[in-house]
């Protein structure tokens, strides 16, 4: 009896095995082949305009990369990575949150509301980079239009050609585009809170700010933690609105890391592009290792 299960059991485990082989040969080979690649590539000079002077150069790519110099453009390229990510989240989180709460309560044709909101989360992020460019467009915009209809502009301004607005026009179309994330996972998370809760504090005369601080907060934290971290995730390695609106320019002004990859893979220098990439995996999995971190400490209740 106990034979006849064994060769059941490795029956079924090859049976399993063989099922799941399609999809692991897909993953290996569309994913971990070409990341483990464009890691032995960053140590290599790899240009497919000299393809017969491919060799091994160690740490030369990363040298050139992180050189000080006035023509070296990736410390310029870091720094708009965080403006980038941090003040998308800000204004993300803040904006989604204050409708989430006005979501919440019940209103006439809420629910139409709730549909233009969550919108903009089902397009795609270079088709919404391509709305944008039109928008700030420095002739035929329509954000130049209304700015000088209300006296705010006396003549159209090239939002996206002046290098010291170029990333913040970005910035603005992408904290459009990231509001209803946060409106959805926040109002998901309102909505749990116990309504007891409110009907208790409310006999003992708190305040709206009291309920919001003692009540509201403490439920939705675990939510407010683990989506701005996942988001911050998503927003460091969202290259789509700004390669759509400017493609890194002017001047690169606008180059974030991932575009800056972009751009070296599109010039066909694919160890330096590679190099990058490099430095966005080491940068993304830091990240992931605080999230998970943060996570944990969400479950045991210790943050």
Not at 294 to 302: A, I, K, N, P, T
């Amino acid at each position: 009896m106990k034979i006849v299960k064994r060769k059941k059991s490795k029956h079924n485990g090859l049976f399993i095995f063989l099922m799941l082989l399609p999809a692991l040969l897909f993953i290996a080979t569309f994913t971990y082949y070409p990341m483990f690649k464009g890691i032995v590539m960053a140590f290599q000079s790899y240009s497919l305009w000299n393809l017969s002077e491919t060799r091994f150069i160690g740490f030369e790519n990363f040298r050139t990369l992180f050189r000080f110099g006035s023509d070296n453009v990736f410390y310029s390229t870091l720094w708009n990575s965080v403006k980038w990510v941090f003040i998308s989240l800000f204004f993300q989180l803040h904006i989604g949150f204050f409708l989430a709460l006005l979501l919440k309560k019940k209103f006439i044709g809420r629910g139409i509301y709730q549909g233009i909101i969550f919108f903009p989360w089902a397009i795609s992020g270079f088709m919404i980079g391509i709305i944008w460019r039109w928008m700030f467009n420095g002739h035929s915009g329509v954000i130049n239009d209304i700015l000088i209809k209300v006296g705010i502009l006396n003549q159209p301004f090239g939002f996206l050609s002046e290098p010291s607005a170029a990333l913040y026009s970005v910035i603005a179309a992408n904290v459009w585009y990231g509001i209803p994330f946060f409106t959805i996972m926040i109002l998901a998370a309102l909505q749990g809170v116990p309504e007891e809760l409110y009907e208790a504090s409310q006999m003992d005369g708190a305040s709206s700010w009291q309920k919001f601080l003692h009540i509201t907060l403490p439920f939705i934290k675990p939510v407010l933690v683990l989506t701005t971290l996942l988001r911050g995730i998503w927003i460091l390695n969202f290259p789509d609105i700004i390669y759509a609106m400017t493609g890194g320019g002017p001047a690169g002004s606008s180059h974030i890391i991932t575009t800056y990859m972009i751009e070296k893979t599109m010039s066909l220098d694919y160890g330096m592009a590679s190099a990058v990439g490099v430095i966005i995996m080491l940068i993304l999995t830091l990240y992931t290792i605080v999230y998970l971190m943060v996570s944990r400490f969400e479950e045991l209740g210790d943050f």
